[in-house]
């Protein structure tokens, strides 16, 4: 089966990295993410991460470079999650499509329940 395309965004701030919850009733609900999202199509990844930030939080981004590229079997599907810096240019963080955000310190990344398929992405923020 060829994987789902979802885009993901490591945005800083200092020491810290911004991570967003799943709304419960959602799929994999309450767990923690980085903000992003599937690939519509006929949209490069880069469209679609500033769409999703643009939809779940609100804000203009701009997205710099790939910051890792994750292959992950989910019992449904598999998903190849592309990781892009990406930098916060405009507008106030809200929870439009998420149920809450956080601001954490990567050595702090343990204490949350994060998408199993994003270990690889915190083991490299952890570097
Ligand atoms: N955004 C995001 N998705 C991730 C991460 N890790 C991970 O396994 N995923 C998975 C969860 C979902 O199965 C899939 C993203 O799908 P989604 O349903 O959130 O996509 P979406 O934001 O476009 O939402 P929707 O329009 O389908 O409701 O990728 C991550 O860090 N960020
Ligand atoms: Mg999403």
Redesign the pocket.
Known sequence: MLP?I???AILREGETVLITR?PLQ???GGLW??????LDPNETPQEGLRR?LRE?LGIDSEVGDIFEVVY?R?PQTP?L?L?YECRHLDGVIQNI?VSEHRWVPVTELHRYDI????AP?IARLQR
């Open positions: 789902i979802v885009t993901a799943r959602s799929k994999h993410e980085f903000p992003g999202g599937k999703e779940e992950f989910y998903v999650i990781a499509e998408l199993p398929a994003d992405i």
